[in-house]
């Protein structure tokens, strides 16, 4: 695999004055300085591009945390970024959330819909407002769902129904346990057209569930992060791992094979610079036939495994239940049932004379783990810990991988 980008040089470096300006901003950064020096003092090319270092999320929150940038024209909007332990770290957006130009290039809503917002709005998450933003460009009617519990889901589908939804937009987990819900009811969704989707791959067996409650419904997908906000869109013509960047997103798919964005937008207040979001992919042609580089998302290189639309940092867990005296090694196990997943369980190899408290620390995991109090908010009896005589071993390898994803048969 080659160094590529999505863009070709005469398109691209007329824009890298967005990428040189934060570049400058970088430099400004003491923790980070000393990396970009002795680097070339403006980027005007591709090649000078490459050749920075790739910025990791610690990097920028670390980046951010100095810099605290502030719109010129609007709101600055505070957001969750990262940071599955303790307090969320923050990434910052104007009003409108980069929105008008995922609109211009993204045909998916239009006057006539009725859009319910299925992305859980407040604890700073983002989709949910940055939806609300493409509804407003779009002119649609917009339902504000935000997410619901178990015992909600009939009710709320009996609404949509009678209130003729077509178009939903959520993670697609969440998308998952609407039509599940909805399936197992017996209700159908026949005036649903569209499914928007961020925030985690598609989920093949949703199509399943959609021929049966809503079959004339066609997936719409965007791919971004909160640090980089939407980075391209697909449509129901193009293979659900493949997107099209928008213009104003540099996409770099680098020889180890990982992808890695660059603002070209004047107005992104976050300072994206050859940002890496774990992603592996490569760029490719879609087979709908638009022209230009897509990027094809191959999944996450890191150790960060998605939990209910929100990333659980294994390696940080292990981490912390391992600092507790007695145990000597622990593993994570994500139960899923058909892509979803429904529990997380902390094994421990324990000495028995340590006397470890398997409530204890999980009290102090679960308050400390922002992802698991927060996904499992409902049914906080999903997270376990325990001590067992033996982790779980790849019998094949032998290997004791520090996460193990067991899929449950429902
Ligand atoms: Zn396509």
Not at 83 to 101: C, D, H, L, Q, R
Not at 322 to 335: C, I, K, L
Request: glycine share 8%.
């Amino acid at each position: 695999m080659t160094d590529t980008f999505s863009l070709p040089p005469d398109a691209a470096e007329p824009r890298l004055t967005v990428a040189a300006a934060t570049l400058e901003r970088l430099r400004t950064v003491p923790a980070l300085a000393p990396r970009y020096a002795g680097r070339p003092a403006a980027v005007r090319t591709l090649d000078e591009l490459a050749a920075l270092p790739p910025l990791l999320k610690d990097d920028l929150n670390t980046a951010l945390a100095h810099l605290e940038p502030r719109s010129d024209t609007a709101a600055t909007w505070l957001f969750q970024s990262g940071g599955s332990t303790g307090a969320p770290k923050v990434g910052y957006a104007p009003t409108g959330f980069y929105m008008a130009g995922v609109h211009a290039h993204w045909p998916v809503l239009d006057r006539a819909d009725v859009f319910a917002n299925a992305w859980g709005a407040g604890r700073m998450w983002g989709a949910h407002f940055l939806a609300a933003a493409l509804a407003d460009r779009a002119g649609c009617r917009v339902i504000a769902l935000g997410s619901i519990t178990r015992e909600e889901y009939p009710d709320w589908l009996a609404f949509l129904a009678d209130r003729e939804v077509t178009a939903i937009g959520g993670t697609p987990s969440v998308l998952r346990l609407w039509f599940a819900h909805a399936r197992a009811a017996g209700l159908k969704l026949p005036s649903l057209r569209k499914v928007l989707w961020l925030g985690e791959a598609w989920q093949p067996q949703l199509e399943e569930d959609l021929a049966v409650v809503a079959p004339g419904a066609r997936r719409w997908g965007m791919f971004g992060s909160t640090e980089t906000w939407v980075v391209g869109t697909n449509t129901p013509d193009c293979p659900a791992d493949t997107f099209h960047p928008l213009p104003t997103q540099l996409v770099h798919a680098g020889a180890d094979g990982l992808l890695d964005f660059t603002t070209l937008d004047p107005e992104m207040l976050n300072p994206v610079l050859r940002y890496r979001t774990g992603d592996a992919g490569e760029l490719t042609t879609c087979p709908c036939g638009r022209p230009g580089a897509a990027m094809r998302v191959l999944g996450r290189r890191d150790n960060v495994v998605q939990v209910r639309g929100l990333g659980l940092h294994v390696d940080e867990l292990v981490a912390r239940a391992e600092r507790e005296p007695g145990v000597s090694r622990a593993q994570v196990v994500v139960s899923e049932d058909g892509g979803r997943a429904t529990g997380v369980e902390v094994l421990l190899l324990a000495d028995p004379a340590a006397g470890v408290d398997p409530a204890a620390l999980r009290a102090e995991l679960v308050a400390g783990t922002f992802t698991l109090s927060t996904a499992f908010q409902h049914d906080p009896e999903q997270v376990t810990v325990r001590v067992v005589d033996a982790l779980v071993s790849n019998d094949r390898t032998g290997k004791t991988a520090s996460l193990v994803v067991r899929e449950e048969s429902s």
